[in-house]
């Protein structure tokens, strides 16, 4: 089989030669602490007495996660080898780097791995007297059922649930009510996602998985785990129907009600295939009753060079929409 | 026979061949129910371990202690905090000696289940690395032989082929996750081979 084409230099260098570029990139936003490579920290965001959102997770999503470090969203990340949760060191790195003194929310998506090494991170930190929190993020309804959401994974919706989670926080919420932000956030956005064709490891330079030209894995993973079911590939409306049919049916919206929409590319599908998908969803939602607040589209949560796109609507109420609202200045994302 | 620090150093070298040479094939496992990284996370973890031994001066607990951090920091993902606890339990069992009898890897393979059970809370038949470990280990507390402690945890990982996964990232995908090995099991079985190869005498 014939390797993948990637501009990299050295496939186990991909992540620190891209950390090392994006700092270059963005001095106004991000800095790294002394001997902490792997913790990115926002210039402007932290502060004394406000909570620190840290996140984080596996690289080859970006710009998740460190694309969201900066006033008004998350404080710092930790960052993971490609598709990797990282290790509890960095998590400590960045939480050190980002406390205020006001205690520290880790948020990441449900995956095993993060689960182990963040909980180590909060442990490592109690030690050092600073209290830390965990909001996992579950919006992939393709996942698992309704009544098992907790084993849910965490996707797109990330974008939304970390930004209201961070709005909380810059409006200097004390911990809890920035937990119960971010529990309400995550408990009212719902995704789901398509893949076209297979990612490939910058270690590999291989398919992570095989998947036949003519066909599509409807509830993919963003890391090329299988979803819930192989078919024929299918037209973008009949794509968005059968994605808005399953969030529609979980979110249970009544008419009047406002929803942010994100229409996020894996990385390969362009901008003219999400805003194809967009027009079908506009009028799916306007069918519904409901109001669309927000609009983003674009490559937000990504999985590598993966094709195929996800989409995330956020059920808003007063609190959820002031929360997106919020300014927000990230080196990859401003609001 | 004893086993000495200097045998705990190759036996790291050992660990951090075999992952290297088996990467890719970990990696398409992975493919089929997971995300395709097990390979590349198994041989930078046991590179960084093997590279931590070799670097400490000390006890056989000290050089597990080092290869268990090595690990860790180096790949994070599920294996690292799994690994990591397995290496500190065998570095407990071992203790601060210089050597042992080679025998007494038998109680590291069952130190090694006890840190993955305490830190991945997962059981037997779920289609994870336990399914390899766990029979490696009951064979070892048995005071079974090396090849068939050996035997034990590959047939373990075979026998992972017929589980449904209901822990970790594949559990997502129920019975798609039938009839493809657990990654992190064959894994298991081929670290487990390496520390019966060290049991056996020369």
């Known amino acids: ?335 | 026979m004893e086993f000495s620090t200097g045998d705990l150093k190759a036996l790291f070298g050992a660990f951090s061949q075999r992952m290297a040479a088996e990467r890719d094939r970990l990696c398409a496992l992975d493919g089929a129910i997971g995300d395709a990284d097990h390979g590349i996370a198994m041989e930078q973890g046991m590179k960084a371990a093997a590279d931590a031994a070799r670097a400490t001066n000390g006890t056989l607990q000290d050089v597990f202690n080092a290869a268990a951090k090595g690990f860790l920091n180096a790949v994070g993902a599920s294996s690292g905090p799994l690994y990591a606890t397995a290496l500190l339990r065998a570095g407990k069992a071992a203790g601060p000696r210089g050597s042992m009898p080679s025998g007494e890897l038998r109680a590291v393979i069952a130190a090694m289940r006890d840190g993955i059970v305490q830190r991945g809370k997962a059981e037997p038949g779920q289609k994870t690395m336990l399914d390899a470990w766990a029979p490696a280990a009951d064979a070892a507390v048995d005071g079974r032989n090396a090849d068939a402690i050996a035997a034990a945890a590959r047939q373990g990982a075979e026998a992972t082929r017929d589980m449904v996964a209901t822990v970790g990232r594949a559990a997502r995908l129920g019975e798609r996750s039938l009839g493809h090995p657990d990654p992190g099991a064959v894994s298991a079985s081929m670290l487990v081979e390496e520390i019966c190869n060290a049991i056996k005498p020369a």
């Open chain 1, 1 to 335: 089989m014939s390797l993948t084409q990637k501009l990299i230099n050295d496939g186990n260098a991909a992540v620190d030669e891209m950390l090392v570029g994006i700092m270059a990139a963005h001095p106004e936003h991000l800095w790294r602490p002394d001997n902490a490579p792997r913790a990115v920290v926002a210039r402007h965001g932290p502060r004394t007495g406000k909570v620190a959102l840290v996140i984080g997770g596996g690289s080859g999503h970006e710009p998740t996660f460190l694309g969201y470090v900066g006033r008004g969203l998350a404080d710092a990340a930790a960052i993971g080898n490609v598709f990797a949760s990282p290790p509890p060191q960095p998590a400590v790195d960045a939480a050190m780097a980002a406390s205020g003194g006001a205690g520290v929310l880790f948020m990441y998506g449900n995956y095993a791995g993060d689960v182990m090494n963040f909980d180590m991170a909060a442990e490592l930190l109690e030690m050092e007297g600073i209290e830390a929190r965990t909001v996992l993020t579950t919006d992939d309804i393709a996942s698992a059922p309704r009544d098992q959401r907790q084993k849910r994974r965490g996707v797109a919706g990330n974008v939304f649930i970390f930004k209201a989670a961070g709005a909380a926080s810059d409006m200097m919420m004390p911990l809890d009510e920035v937990e119960r932000v971010a529990r309400h956030a995550n408990d009212r956005t719902f995704t789901m996602g398509v893949a076209l064709s297979s990612c490939s490891l910058p270690q590999t330079r291989r398919p992570s998985f095989d998947l036949p030209i003519g066909e599509m894995e409807v509830g993919m993973g963003i890391h090329g785990e299988p979803g819930v079911r192989r078919g024929p590939l299918r037209s973008a409306n009949d794509v968005a129907d059968e994605i808005m049919d399953a969030i529609l049916a979980e979110m249970k919206a009544p008419a009047g009600d406002r929803v942010a929409v994100l229409i996020n590319s894996l990385g390969a599908t362009p901008l003219m295939e999400l805003y194809i998908l967009n027009a079908r969803i506009a009028e799916r939602l306007k069918a519904a009753g409901l109001v669309v607040h927000k609009t983003l589209v674009g490559p937000y949560c990504t999985s590598l060079d993966m094709a195929g796109a996800s989409i995330t609507i956020m059920h808003l109420d007063d609190e959820l929409q002031r929360m997106i609202d919020h300014p927000c200045d990230c080196a990859m994302f401003r609001s």
